[in-house]
C-alpha cells in the first residue's frame, strides 16, 4: 500500500518567512510523528500526535514551531519567521501501534 | 533523558564481508530497539527490530542482538552487498514514551 508522504519535497524560503510542511501518513495509522534530521546528524524528535492530539510537544526547538492534525489524518507541520538554523530535512512518521514508526521521504527546508 | 551512541561512524567492507555496528543506551526503561537504513535523498527505512524480551532476532542476512545488563544492541550484517551501502541508524525508546532516540549513524559502503 501507500507509504508516509509528505509535501513539498523541497522548500527554499527567505529568513524571516514562513512555512508549511505537510505530512499524509500511512491510511490506518493513529499515530504520526515529526522529526528533525540537520546534515550530518541523527533524528531529533519535534512532536507526536495521537488522534488529533498532540500529547508530547516536547521536542519543539521554539514558539515558531507549531503542528497541528486534522480529521486523525494530515498534519500540518509550520515554522514561523524562519531562521538559517531551521534549514534541515523534516520527517514524518506514522505509526499503528507505539513504535513502529514508518517514514516519509522528508521535506529538504532551506533557509537563506 | 536517553542518549543513545553509535559505533562506528564510518564502516567500510569488502563485498561478502560482515558489517556490525554498536550502540549504547543509558535509560534503563527503553525497551524497544529499531534499526533504520537511510539512502540518500530517501527517509529512513525501519529494517529490523527487537524488544527487550529477546536476546536476538535474525532476519535473512540481517540480525540484531541486544545485552540488557550491558545496555548495549548491535546489528549485524552477512554477505554484504554493494546495495547495502548506506547510513544505518540505531535508536531506543520505551513503551511509555512516542519518540525515537536516535544515534547519530553509521555510513556504510560495501565496496566490489
Known amino acids: 500500500g501507500a507509504g508516509v508522504s509528505q509535501s513539498p519535497s523541497n522548500k527554499v524560503t527567505e529568513k524571516g518567512k514562513d512555512v508549511e510542511l505537510r505530512c499524509d501518513p500511512i491510511?490506518?495509522?493513529?499515530?504520526l510523528y515529526w522529526y528533525r534530521q540537520s546534515l550530518g546528524q541523527g533524528l531529533e524528535f519535534l512532536i507526536y500526535?495521537?488522534?488529533?492530539?498532540?500529547?508530547?510537544k516536547s521536542g519543539l526547538p521554539s514558539d515558531r514551531f507549531s503542528a497541528e492534525r486534522t480529521g486523525g489524518s494530515v498534519s500540518t507541520l509550520t515554522i514561523q519567521r524562519t531562521q538559517q538554523e531551521d534549514s534541515a530535512v523534516y520527517l514524518c512518521?506514522?505509526?499503528?501501534?507505539?513504535?513502529?514508526?514508518?517514514f516519509g521521504p522528508g521535506t529538504r527546508l532551506t533557509v537563506l | 533523558g536517553e542518549n543513545v551512541e553509535q559505533h562506528p561512524s564510518t564502516l567500510s567492507v569488502q563485498e561478502g564481508d560482515s558489517a556490525v555496528i554498536k550502540c549504547t543506551y543509558s535509560?534503563?526503561?527503553?525497551?524497544?530497539f529499531p534499526w533504520y537504513k537511510q539512502e540518500l535523498g530517501k527517509g529512513p527505512q525501519l529494517i529490523i527490530d527487537?524488544?527487550?524480551?529477546?536476546g536476538e532476532k535474525k532476519d535473512q542476512r540481517i540480525a540484531v542482538t541486544l545485552n540488557k545488563t550491558a545496555k548495549h544492541f548491535s546489528l549485524h550484517i552477512t554477505e554484504t552487498q554493494p546495495e547495502d551501502s548506506a547510513v544505518y541508524f540505531c535508536?531506543?525508546?520505551?513503551?511509555?514514551?512516542?519518540?525515537?532516540?536516535f544515534g547519530k549513524g553509521t555510513s556504510l559502503l560495501v565496496t566490489p
Open positions: 512518521a506514522s505509526s499503528r501501534e507505539i513504535n513502529e514508526q514508518f
Open positions: 491510511s490506518g495509522h493513529t499515530a
Open positions: 500526535f495521537q488522534g488529533n492530539s498532540a500529547p508530547d
Open positions: 535509560d534503563s526503561a527503553s525497551n524497544y
Open positions: 527487537i524488544r527487550s524480551n529477546v
Open positions: 535508536a531506543a525508546s520505551t513503551n511509555s514514551g512516542y519518540a525515537l532516540n
